[in-house]
């Protein structure tokens, strides 16, 4: 491997770190495997945030979890969801802020990440992985109109354990794939099933006392291989006898309102 120089934004990875990174992409590649076979791994490299990306994460960390030393209720949400299906297997970067490890996929209109020779984000607007790797996330345009109509959980950022899922949101003309793997700072989680309520679109932030929204998946739903992306085919239909239910998820989301709850720390490419 060449010596890459001080100003690299991604840099290569220790063969332990790469096998921890290849097992939690294929362990949470969820999707049945004759609708969406589980991909091979080209490459993890580890995404270097700048110094003011990093000391904002670490300072909204913090934030969070003084405020979560604060509490001193045993209903603690976050406590609870440690026993819930889409917790319960997640990977755990720092259990004191509750921060996760977790998946984003978006566009890439580049190669970065696919060879030694390309591991600089560049300066094309509409390549979304190479703007977060070298500014960070983004919180969705206010005065976007579409924004809103995208959004099952709010005017936030996404990310998903499930690595089928995001890889709904990368390219889908490329052969080889990549998808960011992103450390956010879940802490006091407020939990959905339902989804796509006027209210659940339009929240820009999380409720009283929550830091975050999951949308988590109900027992009652089984994985069919479909998509939770946006348009009609993504929706399920649900029986009346499921309740209140109407839209919900097949797979898991997470929704952080503040550009600071969320880093970009590794990218993954593979072949699909
Ligand atoms: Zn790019």
Request: proline share 6%.
């Amino acid at each position: 491997m060449r010596s890459l120089g001080a100003d690299c934004s991604l840099c290569s990875v220790n063969a332990a770190t790469r096998a921890d990174i290849v097992s939690q992409f294929e362990a949470k590649w969820l999707h049945p495997a004759e609708v969406k076979p589980v991909p091979r791994v080209h490459a993890v490299w580890r995404v270097v945030p700048s110094s003011n990306m990093e000391a904002r994460f670490q300072r909204y960390k913090l934030r969070v979890a003084q405020a979560i030393e604060a509490e001193t209720h045993d209903d603690f949400d976050m406590i609870d969801l440690r026993n819930e299906s889409a917790f319960t297997q997640d990977y755990v970067e720092d259990e004191y802020a509750n921060t996760r490890r977790r998946f984003h996929g978006t566009k890439r209109m580049c190669a970065i990440g696919d060879t030694v020779d390309n591991l600089h984000p560049c300066t094309h607007p509409e390549c979304s992985i190479c703007r977060i790797i070298r500014t960070g996330f983004r919180l969705p345009d206010p005065t976007d109109p579409e924004a809103k109509q995208r959004a099952r959980l709010g005017q936030g950022i996404y990310s998903t354990a499930t690595s089928s899922k995001a890889h709904d949101y990368t390219d889908t003309s490329a052969r080889t794939r990549s998808m960011l793997v992103v450390k956010v700072v879940a802490g006091r989680v407020f939990k959905r099933y339902d989804t796509w309520t006027e209210a659940d679109m339009l929240r820009t932030a999380p409720p009283d006392g929550h830091d975050s929204v999951l949308g988590e998946v109900h027992p009652d739903m089984a994985a069919d291989g479909g998509s939770d992306e946006g348009g009609e085919e993504g929706f399920v239909s649900v029986p009346m006898d499921a309740g209140e239910l109407h839209n919900p998820l097949r797979y898991d989301e997470l929704v952080v309102f503040s550009e600071a709850a969320v880093v970009p720390a590794y990218l993954v490419t593979y072949q699909y």
